[in-house]
């Protein structure tokens, strides 16, 4: 059984999402949390034996604790192949699906961040600018057909559809016809509306 | 077969360690005009590392998946947990955090921006290690007794900061760094890391 650590309207909504997808029976444990507009309250100091930061999402499954939203889908998918959620390791396609992985977790993450204050310089950041991470995933994103590894829909997708999910609502992205139309295909699968009315806890 | 895209002394150093580590077969390709385009590389934002693996043309980038693609590729060298090992969770963990958390962190303090907590991903690099040194002070790896990739990126992280004033003293990651950088894999690297 998977447990997950969940705040409503948080990142491990995402997770929510991904576990609908996955099909099998999961619980879900409330924690608070200090939300990014400073409302909430903090989890109490035992959290950090599951989360060390305190934060959301963080799984349990029969024992094994994996935090990072990538580490968990990149899990989740391998754990349960039947669920058709990832490349398989020998499938040529995998090699893409892990770096889309890294890649959200990493420059996705972190850029759009640093390029509100302004810091998104091509040095010594190391992460590079927010135009050349844009025009990348616009790229990736319309090469979707229908979903980044092509008929299979992915743990990948959820991470990429909900990425665009937020930054858009919060302009932290431009709302390109292709992130609107990629987003709007991915959350009208019936897991996605599933995740919404479970997303209260 | 891999072929590493490569530039002597930068982060793809660590991936000929890596491949060392793993005994699987290589070749190094060097790219010329680092930092900026290289068309022989195909990173999309021409850095390095990138991988391809020439069995099947597929091309890797971000450290993370790198790592977790040749140990998965790679998995008699036993290091890196496989599917359905209990270590598995814990290594996953690990790797993502390298990417979202240790190297943003390092980067906020590097160039002295305040991490935006808790819009932020990440954390500031003090409290991303007092995780690093809490998993390392039962070490002597950070999935334990078994060395595994993530400690290739941890270990050489730290081995390179050294005692930059970015890192916090710490008597642990001092024995943490001095337990990878024995390890004769990394000896053969620096042997191939080239000069720039």
């Known amino acids: ?201 | 077969m891999i072929t590493l895209f490569h530039y002597p002394q930068t982060r793809s150093s660590r991936f000929i360690f890596l491949l060392e580590e793993l005994g699987a077969p290589y070749q190094i390709h060097q790219i010329t005009n680092f930092p900026g385009k290289d068309p022989a590389n195909p990173h999309p934002h021409g850095k390095v590392p990138a991988i391809r693996d020439e069995d099947t043309g597929e091309v890797i980038y971000e450290s993370p998946a790198i790592a977790l693609y040749l140990t998965d590729k790679f998995p008699k060298a036993g290091i890196g947990p496989t599917v359905g090992e209990n270590t598995r969770g814990a290594y996953l963990s690990w790797l993502v955090y390298y990417g979202s958390v240790l190297e943003p962190a390092f980067m906020s303090k590097f160039t002295n921006q305040p991490v935006p907590r808790p819009q932020a991903g990440w954390v500031d690099v003090e409290e991303a290690m007092a995780h690093v040194i809490g998993a390392l002070s039962k070490g002597p790896y950070l999935l334990g007794e078994k060395f595994s990739a993530a400690d290739v990126l941890y270990g050489t992280t730290f081995a390179m900061f050294g005692k930059s004033p970015m890192m916090p003293k710490s008597d642990v990651i001092d024995l943490y760094v001095k337990h990878v950088t024995e390890r004769p894999a990394l000896a053969r690297a620096q042997a191939k890391d080239g000069a720039r």
């Not at chain 1, 409503?8 to 879900?28: N, T």
């Not at chain 1, 010594?124 to 616009?138: I, K, Q, S, W």
């Open chain 1, 1 to 201: 059984m998977i447990t997950l650590h969940h705040a409503p309207r948080s990142r491990s909504s995402m997770i929510v999402w991904l576990l609908e997808e996955l099909g099998k029976p999961y619980r879900i444990e409330l924690t608070p949390i200090i939300y990014g507009n400073g409302t909430g309250s903090p989890a109490p100091e035992a959290y950090r034996a599951i989360h060390p930061h305190k934060k959301v999402p963080a799984i349990d499954h029969d024992g094994v604790k994996v935090f990072e939203c990538a580490g968990i889908a990149a899990y989740v998918a391998d754990r349960f192949p039947q669920a058709n959620l990832a490349p398989k390791p020998d499938d040529p396609k995998r090699g893409l699906y892990a770096s889309l992985m890294a890649y959200w977790a990493g420059p996705l993450n972190a850029i759009p961040t640093a390029h509100m204050g302004g810091w998104d310089k091509d040095k010594p950041t190391g992460f590079g600018t927010f135009d050349e991470m844009e025009a990348f995933l616009e790229k990736t994103i319309a090469a979707a057909d229908p979903w980044l590894f092509g008929k299979d829909f992915s743990a990948a997708d959820v991470l990429y559809a909900a990425a665009l999910n937020f930054y858009m609502m919060f302009d932290l992205l431009p709302k390109k016809p292709v992130y609107v139309d990629y987003a709007a295909r991915a959350n009208e699968r019936p897991a996605a509306k599933r995740a919404q009315e479970r997303d209260n806890g």
